[in-house]
């Protein structure tokens, strides 16, 4: 039963992954964290922190998830089964709403409901990819030591806004910044 919920609720954040699968991070971490004790804080963080640093789709986080679930649950069969689980979860429901609406989308571009619908679409991702950002900040940092996090957020979000600096530049920087324990 616990397999087939997992597999229920990635299919339901599917749907919700507006903006990619990182979108809906804070769902994941109330679901696997919050709810259900599947990972722990540090387990889901480091998910998606090693994810974002390999190369390969952005999606990869979500595998990384399910591995650690099911080695958490008894070993490398149920890791396998943990990543088949979370990837055609979150990758069946979105790919074939993404392909039938892009379809129907192209055909019907002109419409003014169809401008529409992209226009608003924006406003959306954008609140979910804060959610996602709240989420991963409020668990790293205790105390006194978050407006930090929240200072190099936003100090990085400004630069990536307004240059052409590469992000990789961006993500060494961090490191280095908490490898010597700034943030």
Known sequence: MDWLSLFGQYMLLSLLSIGGAISTTS??????????HWLTPSQFNASIAIAQAAP?????????MGWNVGMNAGGLSNALLGVVITMVGILLPSTTLTY???????????LRSVRAFKSGMAP?????????SWTLASV?????DQWK????????A??????????????????????FGFI
Request: aromatic fraction near 10%.
């Open 149 to 156: 996090l929240w200072m190099v957020s936003i100090v990085s």
């Open 56 to 64: 390969g789709p952005n999606v990869l986080f979500v595998a990384l």
């Open 100 to 110: 039938l609406a892009a379809q129907w989308g192209y055909r019907n571009r002109e």
């Open 158 to 179: 400004l630069i990536i806004w307004k240059t052409r600096l590469h992000l990789l530049l961006l993500l060494a920087t961090g490191a280095l910044l908490g490898w």
């Open 140 to 144: 790293n940092s205790t105390g006194n």
């Open 27 to 36: 769902e994941m971490h109330r679901f696997l964290v919050d709810e259900h």
């Open 124 to 132: 959306i991702v954008i609140a979910l990819l804060l959610a996602t």
